[in-house]
């Protein structure tokens, strides 16, 4: 058990539809990071957030967004969703800031676009 | 920019056999490099990581790893496989100045009798 939670572990939606992700970190940690896993695109960073703020971007698309409230959980939200959105969605949490520490990650949550 | 390369997505080896996954790392600094296991429906989890200091990096379950700068790699090793190291394997990069950890592709271990 990493201390990582996320839920839901599985959604199933429909194309145009939004959903909302939630990751609680490690107790302590500050950091949050979600990652989208996926047969053809593999393991892809989409942003951090550290202690409230937005610390780093990846590969996020604009109807994507997350955001980390005070109590450090995040959430990330995915808008219009289209087939491809279709994946396994990740939170990892860290101590520290710059990630160059080690990444706790959750059990992810499985999205399924249909 | 920073990229990371595993050879092989599938890798097979029996019960007892050595293993050796490959990662190779494009950086214009040396960056910190990880490697990770996931295992079926679940998370991954640190193997183990090489920062500074000592190149050969010892980490859980008997895996190894050893940074070559003069050869861009950080290949993953382990003497004997055991059933239970059936997994993906990723092997990710990190420069420290900007707070984005790049994996590869990973690499699907089989273990057969």
Known sequence: DSGVTQTPKHLITATGQRVTLRCSPRSGDLSVYWYQQSLDQGLQFLIQYYNGEERAKGNILERFSAQQFPDLHSELNLSSLELGDSALYFCASSAEVAGIGELFFGEGSRLTVL | ?113
């Open chain 2, 1 to 113: 920019a920073q990229s990371v390369t595993q050879l092989g997505s599938h890798v097979s080896v029996s019960e007892g056999a050595l293993v050796l996954l490959r990662c190779n790392y494009s950086s214009s600094v040396p960056p910190y490099l990880f490697w990770y296991v996931q295992y079926p429906n679940q998370g991954l989890q640190l193997l183990l990581k090489y920062t500074t200091g000592a190149t050969l990096v010892k980490g859980i379950n008997g895996f190894e790893a050893e940074f070559k700068k003069s050869e861009t790699s950080f290949h993953l090793t382990k003497p004997s496989a055991h059933m239970s190291d059936a997994a993906e394997y990723f092997c990710a990069a990190h420069t420290g100045t900007a707070s984005k950890l790049t994996f590869g592709t990973g690499t699907r271990l089989q273990v057969t009798l």
